[in-house]
């Protein structure tokens, strides 16, 4: 609309071309609060229900008896002993919480800059990467038990188990991602005279991030497993403790109620991931706000 | 070799004489590329001579990997050519050029960058004064009628107007050298005639030499002073045409003169010889 018309004879239409268009940007005509309320349900109440029938199962099997309560309790005795004790539970969770995040945020630091290192040099690619896929092939569970004995009963052990669980999803979602760009951009960025660091920051680095953010999400659950096998391995807190001294006690409500709570803290860790996702890169979610992989 | 013909100076001829004085923006000596790969060795491009004056606009047409990408990206610096020469303002090109403006078939938009900021990222990464950067891309933003859409993503944005960012982007830092690879190929037939009407205004007003890869004839025809006709593998320069248009053209009335339809005629002729038999497309 703005545009001059160049003062031909020509039929040229004088409006920007046709699939342009003089209206107003699509962008803001989004769906009003009504509609994305009724979408966000639309999205939710398949995994909700899924939910609830197990939750209903899990009900049904103890109130009719069918397994001895001592082997499965009933959910109503599950969530009396999260209520009951629930300042115990609180104080182990947020052990353990704190181990998975430590760990967790570990595991990013150096997953993304070894990835950095290896995409950048392919010499340090070679060196590095048969050394990764080592330690990844060594079952972390099976050499928990070790740190223990070098680094005591302390969280360290458990956040460096977290860590090395958690590192391998992040390293190869990273150099997959840095990987991933498209050659044009890189000689694009050569003709306008940027140098490496440059064309890292503005172009590399901000496409690698929905590679990276794939990979964020495996590695926060997978963090969450890796203290808690710490804790098992040898601890007095934390909800890994907690579980190994509710089955040395036959205490299975406690157990159960262990267990709900180690699943409730990686949903919850996995959401924040997630949110985490669509606000740094809104580009990218609203992309693929159709997709069903989207659990919030 | 480029300072001989600048200091020796022609006589005076009427028409061409500023042209001659200066070194040709783009000059492409007996220029061969090859790619070598394990499984075979292909010749891309050779025995090509090209000069093109500064502020001249040339198309280049071909058969399907006759080597057109392969000779802008020799022109950017982007790749060495094998054997020859090429110039730029009379330097050897010898790394990537910054002193060009590229458009890539695809739009290659940063996506979480809005139009305007993937207009201006042209400048941040060649550090430009941020005032005057701004400055200018918002007349290029109005000049391509963008207006209102500065700050949609690109996938908010139809193929057209990517097109037409990835331009003004080209455009910003006001190269000498504008290189243009097949930038409308993705456009419908009627965005695509109004994306060269723009394109021919911009060109005009700017004064940049150009170089535009192109598999529509119409499109050469109408938007160059001359036309080079490649062949297919290996690449070389069949003919070059100079349709003699008028430098003011009207779209209908242009496609509509002798001129264009003995050009176009021609080009079409010499494209339908240099198709390679099917079987011989490896
Ligand atoms: N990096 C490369 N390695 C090996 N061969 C290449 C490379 N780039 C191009 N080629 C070959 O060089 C030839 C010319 O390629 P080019 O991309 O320049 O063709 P083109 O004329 O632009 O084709 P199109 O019109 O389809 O874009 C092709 O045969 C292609 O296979
Ligand atoms: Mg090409």
Not at chain 2, 22 to 45: E, Y
Not at chain 2, 98 to 127: C, K, P, T
Request: with cysteine.
């Amino acid at each position: 609309m703005s545009r001059q018309t160049p003062s031909t004879t020509a039929p040229v239409p004088g409006a920007p071309s046709g699939t342009g268009g003089p209206d107003t940007p699509a962008r803001r005509a989004g769906p009003g609060a009504g509609e994305r309320l009724a979408a966000a349900a639309e999205r939710t109440w398949r995994p909700v229900a899924l939910l609830a029938a197990c939750l209903a199962a899990w009900w049904a099997v103890s109130a009719a008896r069918l397994v001895e309560p001592y082997l499965v309790p009933s959910p109503g005795t599950t969530l009396q002993v999260v209520r009951d004790r629930a300042g115990y539970l609180l104080e182990h969770s947020w052990v353990t919480t704190y181990e998975t995040l430590l760990g967790f945020a570990i595991a990013v630091v150096l997953g993304v800059l070894s990835a950095v290192l290896m995409v950048h040099s392919a010499e340090l690619e070679k060196t590095l990467y048969p050394v990764l896929l080592f330690a990844q092939v060594i079952p972390k569970i099976a050499i928990a038990p070790l740190f223990v004995v070098w680094l005591g009963f302390g969280i360290t052990p458990k956040i460096v188990v977290a860590v090395l669980i958690a590192f391998f999803p992040v390293v190869i979602s990273m150099v997959t991602g840095l990987k991933s760009i498209d050659p044009e951009m890189l000689e694009l960025s050569a003709t306008m005279g940027a140098g490496p660091w440059r064309t890292f920051a503005k172009i590399r680095f901000p496409a690698s991030l929905p590679h990276l953010f794939a990979g964020l999400k495996v590695a926060v659950t997978l963090a969450v497993t890796g203290a808690v096998v710490g804790e098992f391995v040898g601890a007095n807190e934390g909800l890994g403790y907690v579980i190994l001294q509710a089955n040395g006690n036959l205490d299975t409500p406690m157990l159960f109620a262990g267990l709900l709570i180690m699943s409730l803290l990686g949903v919850v860790l996995f959401a924040l991931v997630e949110l985490a996702e669509k606000v740094l890169l809104p580009w990218h979610a609203s992309r693929r706000a159709d997709s069903v992989t989207t659990t919030l | 070799m480029s300072v001989a013909e600048e200091t020796v100076g022609k006589p005076v001829m009427v028409e061409s004489a500023p042209r001659q004085a200066q070194p040709a923006a783009v000059d492409v000596k007996d220029v061969a590329v090859r790619f070598r790969s394990k499984k075979r060795d292909v010749t891309a491009l050779e025995r090509i001579d090209l000069s093109v004056p500064m502020g001249e606009f040339v198309s280049l047409v071909g058969p399907s990997g006759c080597g057109k990408s392969t000779l802008l990206k020799l022109v950017a610096g982007l790749l060495k050519p094998s054997s020859g020469t090429v110039r730029l303002h009379g330097d050897p090109v010898t790394g990537p050029r910054h002193d060009i403006g590229y458009v890539f078939q695809r739009a290659a938009l940063l996506e979480w960058r809005s139009a305007r900021r993937n207009i201006l990222l042209q400048a941040e990464m060649r550090g430009m004064p941020a005032d005057r950067a701004r400055r200018r891309a918002d007349e290029l933003i109005a000049m391509t009628g963008l207006r209102g859409f500065e700050e949609a993503l690109p996938h908010e944005l139809s193929g057209g107007m990517q097109q037409r960012v990835s331009l003004c982007r080209a455009l910003l830092h006001e190269p000498p050298v504008l290189l243009m690879d097949e930038p409308f190929g993705a456009l419908d037939a009627l965005t695509r005639e109004q994306m060269n009407i723009e394109l021919r205004r911009i060109w005009r007003e700017t004064g940049t030499t150009v170089l535009l890869v192109t598999h529509s004839i119409a499109e050469a025809v109408y938007l160059a002073d001359r036309i080079v006709v490649m062949s297919a593998r290996p690449g070389t320069i069949t003919e070059v045409i100079e349709p003699g248009l008028p430098a003011e053209r009207d779209y209908t009335e242009t496609v509509g003169r002798p001129e264009f339809a003995h050009a176009t005629a021609r080009i079409r002729r010499l494209l339908g010889s240099a198709a390679p038999p099917p079987d011989a497309a490896e």
